[in-house]
């Protein structure tokens, strides 16, 4: 599979990777920003399918790579098998499991992932706008923060069921806690206070595991804090890549 890429800017070589249900399109303004100082590469996950190889075939030689919720699981992964090109990377309110379990408490329960994936099978538009509005709570910018993921939805490239139910798929069996301490790589670990997708805990658990990590807490946000925060989200990037 070769993904769709959009590039802009000039400067050292920076892969943003999307979450869930999301396209490129969500990335407009951080992207924007990071192009003053950066050769950005948005990835559109269309599939939700792609591997880590597939992205190192396409994308240059050596590049830090920020990833958002799965976008940020697939980026660890990425760091881990190809660590020659990955020189650094960018967590965005990311996780190692996505799902709870008797010995990982910061997720979403099993019975409540069943549901939500229920509810994408039966009615795909309607369960992204809930999960639009749950990426949206908590933070002080909550109107703000939705109506830019849906104008995001609508102004990229729409998944469809098949590529929906491939993405929970993934969020349901991914676990990276066993890879975490291989990945060598600096590390900036951002992570909203008030995130409702996946507890800030998470974040926190990232930036002790993984060798090389800063964490960045970010007050009064939620899941999707760069929508609203791009400048000073850009500037942490930019101070962490020098």
Do not use: K
Not at 91 to 101: D, K, N, Q
Not at 132 to 151: I, K, P
Not at 156 to 162: E, H, M, S
Not at 227 to 235: F, P, S
Request: aromatic residues 8%.
């Amino acid at each position: 599979m070769t993904p769709h890429i959009q590039v802009q800017g000039s400067g050292p070589d920076l892969v943003l990777l999307h979450g869930w249900s999301m396209n490129v399109a969500v990335w407009r303004g951080l992207a924007t920003a990071l192009a003053r100082d950066f050769r950005v590469h948005a990835v559109d996950l269309d599939s939700f399918a792609i591997t880590p190889a597939e992205l190192a075939a396409a994308l240059p030689a050596r590049v830090t790579v920020c990833g958002w919720s799965l976008g940020g699981q697939l980026a660890l992964a990425w760091a881990q098998q190809f660590p020659a090109q990955v020189d650094r990377l960018v967590l965005l309110a990311t996780t190692p499991r996505f799902v709870a379990a008797d010995d990982w408490l910061h997720g979403m329960t099993s019975p409540e992932f069943e549901e939500f994936a229920s509810e994408v099978a039966d009615d795909p538009p309607r369960a992204r706008m809930r999960f639009l509005a749950l990426q949206a709570t908590g933070d002080a910018a909550a109107r703000l923060v939705l109506r830019d993921l849906r104008e995001a939805i609508a102004a990229g490239r729409t998944a469809d069921a098949a590529a929906l139910a491939s993405g929970l798929a993934r969020l349901r069996d991914t676990d990276l806690r066993p890879t975490l301490a291989a990945i060598a790589q600096p590390a900036l670990v951002m992570h909203g206070v008030n995130d409702g997708v996946i507890p800030h805990a998470a974040g926190e658990y990232l930036a002790r595991v993984l060798p090389q990590a800063a964490f960045e807490s970010v007050a009064g946000a939620g899941h999707a804090f760069f929508i609203t925060r791009e400048a000073a989200v850009a500037r942490s990037i930019r101070t962490f890549h020098e």
